[in-house]
């Protein structure tokens, strides 16, 4: 990399229950057996990447009341998947995706402070919340938190784990791992005391990740965490949301490289970038089949349009914009604005159903040839939309290898991304403030 800028940051999303993979494709493996985890895991770390990332699912989605197609296979506990593979990676670092509605601080800080150790200081934890009472009858305390106290307790769940990795005193000479000593948080969210069963870890704190889009999830980010995962996918929404972020941090003490933020993206490759362009026509059309459209749009209705040809227009009808036919996934904000936009792309250009769905929620955001995707992506970065990408392919679990052939190669060579690990940490890689060791 070159003295006179920041590197590109990379991390790899397993792709899983999600429209972006193409499960009909020959070379899409399993979504659970270990072998898919290990392969994009050596994939990622081949490729010098900061991390590989976990989402979870704590309920299976539902459907007019039947599971959902992509939900069939199963969706593994991320910590569990983390620690066996962190005894086949060496620099990777290892994030999961762990709620902080249906989680204690305790319990958690501890499963993740053992991550770190084994891992030698490589764990990573998005934080997401949940106000959803469909998701909490899997748990004995239920839907029973208001959407609006959901960021609420994941800032203090946050300060707390934080409070017991800081629990034990620093290590000194003949004392390689400190000693415990005894803490206690009194707050509205958690009154616990005690003593705290793990070591500090290698990182001090696992890397926090958070995903949040609102108001209130970027002012959480920027008081708490060290990476957001961000939706924003295109140039100019990307500097918009990288300003107003950054913007925010300075009110805690905090400088804009202690916060990195990753937009979770797509790409297509070609041998021109006309065929790139053709290929990604041909994925859009795999990831979106007729089902998958008529799901796709009964989850903005919310009704039932089973009686709808996919190749026929748009329902006249109007959304019900408080259906329950879809439970399990994120609601829609406003369904009634996002159907008058359909209506008017579908209208304006002649599209059906399934071509509308296509159109407006399976676009890859890079595609062309290597030298184009390595280039767009390097000048996102110069141009302050973003600190660097997680990458989201569409197969599992191969999807990756081609990037890293590839791209990043051509990453390197422009200077923008290392040619080796240079530390052993996961904050190393992203260039993190160690946290402050409090003796």
């Given at each position: 990399?070159?003295?006179?800028?920041?590197?590109?940051?990379?991390?790899?999303?397993?792709?899983?229950?999600?429209?972006?993979?193409?499960?009909?494709?020959?070379?899409?493996?399993?979504?659970?057996?270990?072998?898919?985890f290990e392969k994009l895991a050596r994939t990622a770390e081949r490729g010098k990447f900061d991390f590989f990332f976990l989402a979870e699912g704590l309920r299976l989605r539902e459907h007019n009341g039947l599971i959902h197609d992509l939900d069939v296979v199963g969706r593994p506990e991320s910590l569990t998947v983390l620690s066996a593979l962190a005894a086949v990676t060496d620099r990777l670092g290892l994030a999961a995706t762990v709620n902080a509605t249906f989680n204690e601080p305790y319990e958690l800080a501890r499963r993740l402070a053992t991550l770190d150790h084994l891992s030698a200081g490589r764990a990573a934890w998005n934080v997401v919340t949940s106000s959803d009472?469909?998701?909490?009858?899997?748990?004995?305390?239920?839907?029973?938190?208001?959407?609006?106290?959901?960021?609420?307790?994941?800032?203090?769940?946050?300060?707390?784990?934080?409070?017991?990795?800081?629990?034990?005193?620093?290590?000194?000479?003949?004392?390689?791992?400190?000693?415990?000593?005894?803490?206690?948080?009194?707050?509205?969210?958690?009154?616990?005391?005690?003593?705290?069963?793990?070591?500090?870890?290698?990182?001090?704190?696992?890397?926090?990740?958070?995903?949040g889009d609102s108001d209130e999830g970027r002012e959480f980010a920027a008081s708490a965490a060290d990476v957001i995962f961000s939706r924003h996918g295109t140039p100019e929404e990307g500097r918009a949301f990288y300003t107003d972020t950054k913007a925010r941090l300075a009110k805690y003490g905090r400088k804009p490289a202690d916060l990195k933020i990753m937009p979770g993206v797509t790409f297509v490759l070609g041998d021109?970038?006309?065929?790139?362009?053709?290929?990604?026509?041909?994925?859009?059309?795999?990831?979106?089949?007729?089902?998958?459209?008529?799901?796709?749009?009964?989850?903005v209705?919310?009704?039932?349009?089973?009686?709808?040809?996919?190749?026929?227009?748009?329902?006249?009808?109007?959304?019900?914009?408080?259906?329950?036919?879809?439970?399990?996934?994120?609601?829609?904000?406003?369904?009634?604005?996002?159907?008058?936009?359909?209506?008017?792309?579908?209208?304006?250009?002649?599209?059906?159903?399934r071509q509308t769905v296509i159109e407006t929620t399976a676009r890859q955001s890079f595609i062309g040839t290597p030298e184009t995707v390595a280039g767009a992506l390097d000048t996102f970065v110069r141009t302050g939309a973003a600190d660097g990408f997680i990458l989201v392919p569409h197969l599992t679990p191969g999807g990756l290898d081609e990037f890293v052939d590839l791209v990043v190669p051509l990453l390197q060579e422009r200077g923008a991304f290392r040619t080796e690990y240079e530390g052993e940490t996961l904050r190393s890689h992203l260039g993190l403030p160690d946290p402050i060791r409090k003796g």
């Open positions: 990399m070159t003295a006179d800028r920041e590197p590109i940051h990379l991390a790899a999303h397993f792709p899983g229950v999600n429209s972006t993979t193409v499960w009909t494709d020959p070379r899409s493996g399993s979504q659970i057996d270990f072998s898919s009472a469909f998701t909490g009858e899997n748990f004995r305390r239920g839907g029973y938190l208001d959407r609006a106290d959901r960021y609420t307790r994941a800032a203090e769940f946050v300060a707390t784990a934080r409070e017991l990795w800081d629990s034990w005193t620093p290590a000194e000479p003949g004392s390689p791992h400190g000693a415990p000593r005894p803490f206690a948080h009194t707050g509205p969210q958690f009154d616990i005391e005690g003593e705290f069963t793990v070591p500090r870890s290698p990182q001090g704190h696992p890397v926090v990740i958070q995903a021109s970038d006309a065929e790139a362009q053709e290929r990604a026509a041909e994925i859009r059309r795999q990831q979106i089949s007729p089902q998958n459209a008529m799901l796709a749009l009964e989850q209705w919310g009704r039932d349009l089973s009686a709808y040809d996919p190749d026929g227009p748009l329902p006249e009808i109007e959304p019900d914009p408080d259906s329950e036919l879809v439970q399990g996934r994120a609601r829609v904000a406003d369904p009634l604005a996002v159907a008058a936009k359909w209506r008017a792309l579908s209208e304006a250009k002649g599209l059906s159903i």
